[in-house]
T-cell receptor, first 109, second 117 residues
Framework: GQNIDQPTEMTATEGAIVQINCTYQ??????LFWYQQHAGEAPTFLSY????GLEEKGRFSSFLSRSKGYSYLLLKELQMKDSASYLC??????????FGAGTRLFVKA | GAVVSQHPSWVICKSGTSVKIECRSL??????MFWYRQFPKQSLMLMAT?????????EQGVEKDKFLINHASLTLSTLTVTSAHPEDSSFYIC?????????????FGPGTRLTVL
C-alpha cells in the first residue's frame, strides 16, 4: 500500500526554527517533494530530494533518508507568512505523485 | 517559468447539473496533466492522469463516467463533473507535468472551488 505520515499540526514562534517530519512507505520511489499550501490556494513547490542528504535553499532545507523512508523540512527564521500547510509528496514513478495529508503550521508572534 | 491556469476559479451549481473545469498550461506543452480533489483539511487526492490524445487513467474509486476528462491538446485538459451532487463539492486542482527540465516537476493551477447546492 501507499502511506505517507506527517504530523497534523505544529505551532512555532516567529524567528524560531521548526522541523516537519515525514515518513513514507510506497510501492515505488523516485523522489520526494515538499510543497507549501496556503488556505484556498494551490500548492507551491519548495524542494525535491532524490538522493540522501540535506538540500538547503535559503530559509528552507529538506533532508532525505531513503533507507529509513524519512524526510524532514526545516524552516529557519520563521515569519508570520510561513503559516500554511506543508505537504510531503512522494514521486512514485509512472508520473504519479502521492501526497501526505499535510502539516498545518501556525507561527505566533 | 511554468504557469498553469484554471477556469473557473469558483462555481456554484444546482444538484443534477454538469460543470466543466478547464486547465491550461500557458507557456509550455504538457502531454500529461493531473486532476486532484481536496476536501477541507485533507490532502490532495489524485483522481486521474490525463494524457494528450488518449484516454485518461483513473484512480481506484473514481467514477470515470461521472468525472469526464478530455485532453484534446498539449495545453488544455478539461474535467467535467456530470450530474453533480452536494458530495461533489470540493476544491479541484489540476497540475501539468513540465518535461523540459531535468526535474520532473508538476506545476499546479490555482484550483477551482465547486459548490453544489
Amino acid at each position: 500500500g501507499q502511506n505517507i505520515d506527517q504530523p497534523t499540526e505544529m505551532t512555532a514562534t516567529e524567528g524560531a526554527i521548526v522541523q516537519i517530519n515525514c515518513t513514507y512507505q510506497t510501492s515505488g520511489f523516485n523522489g520526494l517533494f515538499w510543497y507549501q499550501q496556503h488556505a484556498g490556494e494551490a500548492p507551491t513547490f519548495l524542494s525535491y530530494n532524490v538522493l540522501d542528504g540535506l538540500e538547503e535553499k535559503g530559509r528552507f532545507s529538506s533532508f532525505l533518508s531513503r533507507s529509513k523512508g524519512y524526510s524532514y523540512l526545516l524552516l529557519k527564521e520563521l515569519q508570520m507568512k510561513d503559516s500554511a500547510s506543508y505537504l510531503c509528496a512522494v514521486y512514485t514513478g509512472g508520473f504519479k505523485t502521492i501526497f501526505g495529508a499535510g502539516t498545518r503550521l501556525f507561527v505566533k508572534a | 517559468g511554468a504557469v498553469v491556469s484554471q477556469h473557473p476559479s469558483w462555481v456554484i451549481c444546482k444538484s443534477g447539473t454538469s460543470v466543466k473545469i478547464e486547465c491550461r498550461s500557458l507557456d509550455f506543452q504538457a502531454t500529461t496533466m493531473f486532476w486532484y480533489r481536496q476536501f477541507p483539511k485533507q490532502s490532495l487526492m489524485l483522481m486521474a492522469t490525463s494524457n494528450e490524445g488518449s484516454k485518461a487513467t483513473y484512480e481506484q474509486g473514481v467514477e470515470k463516467d461521472k468525472f469526464l476528462i478530455n485532453h484534446a491538446s498539449l495545453t488544455l485538459s478539461t474535467l467535467t463533473v456530470t450530474s453533480a451532487h452536494p458530495e461533489d463539492s470540493s476544491f479541484y486542482i489540476c497540475s501539468a507535468r513540465d518535461e523540459r527540465g531535468a526535474l520532473d516537476e508538476q506545476f499546479f493551477g490555482p484550483g477551482t472551488r465547486l459548490t453544489v447546492l
